[in-house]
């Protein structure tokens, strides 16, 4: 018998395989080009405001009331000045508001470093009169920095030695005295334009070395930190030690010491 035939398959017919389109490579491309305009530009406005800051609100001018207006209105919303506030335990005055014009001219932080653009732009004082603690709710402003951004250390250990003052004059039923000794331990940068707690604490006699004790009538040993409002996070801890009061032997000093500026029944 004949063989079977055999049929052919019908073939696909071949067709050229077009290029993909690069549509996908020129948008990554105009992507990657849009970030780096933004960061550039990002980054060039930081830069600009950190070496050439605005110019600060002078004190006193129009421009400083309604920067200090508003510091205070953020201050109140501080979850720690909300708690601080609602604390009967805890009773708080605006700082500097005892210094007469003349002082406060004469008063470094009231003066020198006062306004918006420095520690005048809000400052108030809780104290607590069971324990003698203090904790000062304050805003660094932009002029006092050493460094862009960055308080002064100068500027930090002139609050810091004020604060513990005002806590060991306190102590002493408003006499004053002066410092004796004030060391500080700067841990991490204290950012400018920020609020900031200052926490001050009167050391008890029974953690007092045995040689320091009795002696609360002209010595007060503080111990203090700086820590920022919103995060508890410590910038400064300091320790100092204020002599005056009544004096060693018992006998008012309030005169003595009065030239200290930092008297006003402790209330400054």
């Known amino acids: 018998p004949p063989p079977p035939a055999v049929v052919a398959e019908p073939q696909s017919p071949i067709v050229a395989s077009k290029p993909k389109p690069k549509t996908g490579r020129a948008v990554r491309r105009l ?6 305009l933004l960061v550039g530009t990002v980054a060039g406005s930081v830069l600009r405001v ?3 800051p605005p110019d600060p609100a002078v004190p006193g001018t129009e421009k400083d009331r309604i920067t200090t207006e508003i510091l ?3 201050a109140e919303k501080l ?8 604390d009967p335990a805890w009773e708080s005055w605006d700082a500097y508001n005892t210094l007469t014009p003349e002082h406060r001219a004469q008063h470094i932080a009231a003066g020198a470093m006062g306004g918006s653009r420095g520690v005048g732009g809000y400052q108030r004082i ?13 805003y660094f402003g932009h ?6 951004g960055v308080v002064h250390g100068g500027a930090i250990a002139t609050i810091l030695d004020e604060s513990c003052g005002r806590a060991a004059f306190k102590q002493w039923g408003g006499m004053s005295g002066m410092t004796a000794n004030l060391k500080l331990a700067y841990i991490r940068p204290t950012r400018s334009d920020n609020f900031y707690l200052v926490r001050v604490r009167p050391v008890p006699d029974d953690e007092l070395p045995e040689e320091d004790r009795g002696k609360r009538h002209y010595k007060s040993f503080v111990d203090a930190s700086v820590e920022e ?16 009061g009544s004096g060693k032997d018992g006998k008012a000093s309030h005169g003595k010491w009065k030239g200290s500026g930092l008297d006003e029944n402790a209330r400054f």
């Open 143 to 148: 002029s006092i920095t050493g460094w862009p």
């Open 50 to 52: 950190v070496v050439h």
């Open 229 to 244: 409002a919103r995060t508890g996070n410590v910038a400064v801890v300091a320790k100092a030690l204020f002599v005056g």
């Open 126 to 138: 809780f104290y607590k009169a069971s324990t003698g603690e203090l904790t000062s709710v304050i």
């Open 72 to 74: 205070h209105k953020e």
């Open 31 to 36: 992507i990657f080009a849009a970030t780096f």
């Open 79 to 86: 979850p720690v000045f909300q708690t601080l506030s609602a």
